[in-house]
């Protein structure tokens, strides 16, 4: 077989230059050739060498059709034949484990794989086949000898046949092995032990044999409360992770967690490092286990294994009161029947809390951050922890003061007599916010007027209620529950708790306004009766230098806690 290339010059070689008229050419496979300037000045290239690549094919058919012509077919013995492809001729090679000519008879000749590969491992002795090879074990053992394999080795039953020294050193590496489990598995044991004894000491310091105690008497709790194990919760919030966390307040950090059932709860952790927080705790275990109303946050159990004292509730999925109104980067509006209804949910919660409860209790921190809202924005009172059993016998309870800035009621954080005319208060200015969606106090607003009762208070004096109204609420339909509203709120913030209406009496009129047919009212009617409002000096109220007083600053939630020192 014989080839032939011929190379021609264009023009004859006459466009060439004078001073060299030589020229040359050479075959080469594509891109094996990089021009270079060398090359025209001195042959530079003459002595190297470029690869040439033969591309070619059998006739014009696939190897279906080259086949069935076996005459001419041109795959001889050990042999495939290939396609080429742009699926015009074919062409043939040796198979697997053959090499040589598959175009000559006997042309694919067998590759002797233990000569040139050496594929087997160990003391496997290979063994050349036709077309493969075999790695053959010795006699008495067994496994695949080949280097990817798992090499040969003796039986089970035949193990005793190793060295001695194989033996020893197994069994030692054994032994080692059985020791360092058995020190591991001690020392889970202890660890476990020395847990559960620290848990059950947590229990008892927490309060948990009282618990117990109170809990089997079931004496006015429900039956689904739960004392929850730590491990529980610990898996619940995937073991208090940051992204679980919902909000941080003054009594400690509420997490989103969810049970072994599916069941989605709020657990909270109290803040530890001050005894009083543990009293706290307890008494809001003792406080909630106690109502079973819709409008409040119902706990489900709580947990007294761990350091931290934990409560779980009910997990309430539309945060909070304060988040809709008071978000400017979020805020969901609410129109005013919503607000409305709310309102009176809330009073009734508070209502039920005073009066129906087997022992009176007075929440102590009524506010925005602590109603919450569900998805079918239903309100429900939480944060129990500074409320306060009253019994029926006491009128009120002197207690070191606790309230948020701008809802304390001035008459207790002056006198620290706690009664429930202080939720009464606290609420008036929760109403008052529903009417103006302005903060209960505000650094934005100048000095007389940073705190909303007094400012609220003054404008209706003047009569300029519309002045400080959120006017998206107001309408002409709705202009007679409002001024209603604005009243009410103004005779729940009058200075002195006895002139305050109870919080059933506020609960029942909401509950009749949000009855009330719409109809527009004249705005003679935004004067309410002439009693003594919230029109003093409140400054002086809040000044340090008027008691003996010092306070903490919350800047999560804006809490004060005062501790008036001798006030009895």
């Not at 036709?130 to 039986?155: A, F, H, I, M, W």
């Not at 350091?307 to 009161?321: A, H, M, S």
Request: contains cysteine; negative net charge.
């Amino acid at each position: 077989m014989s080839y032939f290339i011929t190379l021609e010059s264009y023009d004859n070689h006459t466009d060439v230059l004078p001073e060299n008229p030589c020229s040359y050419a050479f075959v080469a496979e594509n891109d094996n050739y990089t021009f270079s300037s060398s090359d025209i000045r001195g042959f530079g290239f003459q002595n190297r060498k470029f690869p040439v690549t033969l591309d070619w094919r059998i006739g014009t058919t696939s190897c279906d059709e080259a086949k069935m012509d076996a005459t001419n077919f041109g795959c001889k013995e050990n042999s495939d034949c290939v396609d080429s492809e742009n699926n015009s001729g074919y062409f043939c090679k040796c198979i697997r484990g053959y090499e040589g000519n598959p175009y000559l008879s006997n042309g694919c000749q067998d590759i002797n794989e233990c000569e040139t590969m050496s594929p087997c491992n160990g003391t496997a002795t290979c063994i050349n086949l036709q077309g493969t090879y075999n790695c053959s074990c010795p006699v008495g053992y067994e496994g695949d000898g080949r280097k990817n394999g798992t090499g040969c080795s003796l039986p089970y039953k035949d193990q005793s046949k190793r060295s001695p020294l194989i033996n020893v050193a197994l069994g030692t590496s054994i032994g080692l092995i059985g020791l360092l489990l058995g020190i591991i598995l001690l020392h889970w044991m202890l660890r476990r032990k020395q847990i559960s004894k620290l848990r059950e000491e947590y229990f008892q310091q927490n309060g948990g044999i009282l618990l117990r105690e109170q809990l089997s008497k079931r004496r006015g709790y429900r039956e689904d409360v739960k004392i929850f194990a730590a491990e529980e919760l610990e898996k619940a919030t995937n073991n208090y992770h940051e992204s679980r966390i919902l909000g941080r307040g003054g009594q400690g950090t509420v997490y989103k967690g969810i049970l072994a059932d599916n069941r989605v709860v709020a657990i909270k952790k109290s803040i530890i490092g001050d005894p009083s927080q543990v009293e706290q705790f307890i008494n809001e275990i003792t406080v909630l286990y106690q109502i079973n109303h819709r409008n409040v946050v119902q706990l489900l159990g709580c947990c007294l294994e761990t350091q931290v004292p934990l409560l779980v509730y009910e997990y309430i999925t539309n945060g909070t009161l304060f988040h809709h109104l008071h978000n400017d980067d979020d805020a969901s509006y609410l129109p005013w029947e919503t607000r409305l209804r709310i309102a009176t949910e809330t009073a009734e919660a508070l209502s039920y809390l005073h009066s129906a409860a087997s022992v009176p209790i007075i929440h102590r921190d009524i506010k925005l951050a602590n109603i919450l809202l569900d998805d079918n924005y239903i309100a429900k009172v939480s944060d129990f922890g500074a409320s306060r059993l009253n019994p029926s016998d006491q009128a009120q309870i002197t207690t070191i003061v606790q309230g948020t800035f701008g809802y304390l009621d001035p008459e207790y954080m002056l006198t620290s007599l706690l009664t429930e005319k202080s939720d009464v208060y606290s609420f008036g200015v929760v109403l008052m916010e529903l009417l103006t969606t302005q903060k209960a106090v505000c650094f934005k607003r100048s000095e007389q007027n940073r705190v909303l009762a007094m400012y609220f208070v003054s404008l209706m004096k003047e009569n300029r209620l519309l002045d400080i109204l959120d006017p998206r609420v107001l309408n002409d339909e709705n202009i007679g529950q409002i001024k209603e509203v604005a009243a009410l709120a103004r005779r729940c913030v009058r200075v002195q708790g006895e002139e305050r209406p109870t919080m059933k009496e506020v609960a029942h009129e909401l509950a009749g306004l949000q009855a009330m047919p719409k109809h527009p009212w004249s705005e003679s009617k935004l004067i309410g009766e002439e009693a003594k409002y919230l029109l003093g000096d409140l400054n002086n109220t809040y000044d340090d230098g008027a008691t003996s007083s010092s306070m903490g600053y919350d800047s999560i939630n804006n809490k004060f806690t005062f501790e008036l020192q001798g006030a009895r």
